[in-house]
């Protein structure tokens, strides 16, 4: 163990020995992230930047997620509690995504399983322990929330503190920045990164696959989660975007094949192997 510690130390023991979780191809090195490749942990990054392409965009989001959790609040303010067992308890899942109200003592009940209880109380609770406010009050009075709890502590030393509030903004400001930053730093350790990307095919699933072009079932390559080099056209020394065919869709692509892979092909059909 201390020998292994000491290899990781040095940066000898670089790579992981599983493969990517997104693209399953390539083995992550530890430059970026250790669940993602170089090029997936990237374009994960990527994928987000619409969402921080500039300070206004994500100050609306802000101010809308915000307006959704006063909403949200509010609802569970005003709920009796379940008729059936008299619990005020509700599922958290079902009240932030789809905006119900869903015993969660009930549901337990009934499903076996559910997301963690809340209640307006607890949620008053913790802003009263946390940032010293009690919610019922800033719902009531001033229909907002605190942007965090610096903006909570200004407003207990100044009750004027909400006229000239500039605390969301400076949230939404630092992180856009934070974003950037992150998005700047990852750009430059692609120089660096070096995942290792494996020869052949590799699927999601341990036995099975399907073909990329009428979708038949191809069984993987022992336990290794590769595809069989019967199934890679570039086996075949064939030169297309697909990377894993069956028999039949290869077969349309013989007459491109080099003459001594042709050969090799038609051995394979006589042996059956695509049956």
């Not at 399983?113 to 019922?136: C, D, M, T, V």
């Not at 019967?230 to 069956?246: H, Q």
Request: with cysteine; proline share 2%; charged share 35%.
């Amino acid at each position: 163990m201390l020998r292994k510690q000491k290899r990781f130390e040095k940066g000898k023991q670089q790579f992981r020995s599983v493969y990517c979780g997104k693209c399953k191809q390539r083995k992550s090195c530890q430059l970026l992230d250790w669940e993602y490749c170089r090029s997936c942990a990237y374009q994960r990054e990527v994928e987000k930047a619409w969402e921080y392409s500039s300070r206004e965009k994500v100050l609306a989001d802000k101010q809308a997620k915000q307006t959704t959790r006063i909403q949200q609040l509010k609802f569970l303010r005003e709920y009796a509690g379940c008729k059936k067992c008299g619990s005020k308890e509700v599922d958290a899942y079902d009240l932030y995504e789809e905006n119900k109200l869903v015993c969660q003592p009930c549901l337990v009940k009934k499903t076996g399983s559910s997301a963690s209880p809340i209640s307006f109380y607890e949620q008053n609770r913790w802003y009263q322990k946390r940032w010293g406010i009690n919610l019922g009050e800033w719902l009531d009075t001033y229909n907002c929330l605190p942007a965090n709890k610096n903006c909570a502590e200004k407003w207990l030393k100044d009750k004027q503190h909400l006229n000239n509030c500039a605390c969301l903004e400076q949230k939404a400001k630092e992180t856009y920045e934070l974003f950037a930053n992150s998005l700047k730093e990852k750009q430059e350790k692609l120089e660096k990164c070096a995942c290792e990307t494996s020869e052949k095919v590799r699927i999601n699933n341990d036995d099975y696959t399907k073909c990329e072009s009428c979708e038949e079932t191809i069984t993987a390559a022992s336990k290794k989660r590769v595809i069989k080099n019967r199934n890679d056209p570039k086996f075949w020394g064939l030169n297309v975007a697909k990377k894993v065919l069956c028999g039949e869709c290869l077969t349309n692509y013989q007459g491109k094949m080099p003459a001594r892979k042709k050969y090799l092909f038609s051995e394979y059909q006589k042996r059956g192997y695509w049956k």
